[in-house]
């Protein structure tokens, strides 16, 4: 595939490299990891929400705009939610729930 009217090499490269190696398709999706992966990624949301929920409640108890029951129920909802996700993460045998997100770095701290 040429594209004469570009002078960079780099939509041809980019296509070359899209392009399988043995002409297979290269997303390669195992069915029996499909709830594992499925699993782990809404998981992976679900901390990354509790922790921008965490950081929020430490800005705004310093910030002295929450009561101290609310500081309290915050608090609690938090702690229950980590050991969920704990409890979830070793019912489907996930050790890390960060991704990798490539250039970007990982989803989680």
Do not use: C, W, Y
Not at 22 to 48: F, T
Not at 88 to 106: K, V
């Amino acid at each position: 595939m040429t594209f004469p009217d570009i002078e960079s090499d780099f939509l041809e490269e980019f296509s070359n490299t899209l392009a399988a190696e043995d002409g297979a398709s290269r997303v390669n999706i195992d069915p029996d990891n499909v709830e594992h992966g499925l699993v782990k990624l809404v998981l992976a949301l679900v901390e990354l929400l509790r922790q921008l929920m965490e950081r929020q409640a430490i800005r705004r108890m310093e910030a002295g705009t929450l009561t101290s029951e609310e500081i309290d129920r915050v608090g609690t909802t938090l702690m229950r939610l980590v050991q969920r996700v704990k409890e979830l993460q070793e019912h489907f045998q996930i050790e890390d729930l960060n991704i990798n997100l490539g250039p970007l770095g990982n989803l989680l701290d």
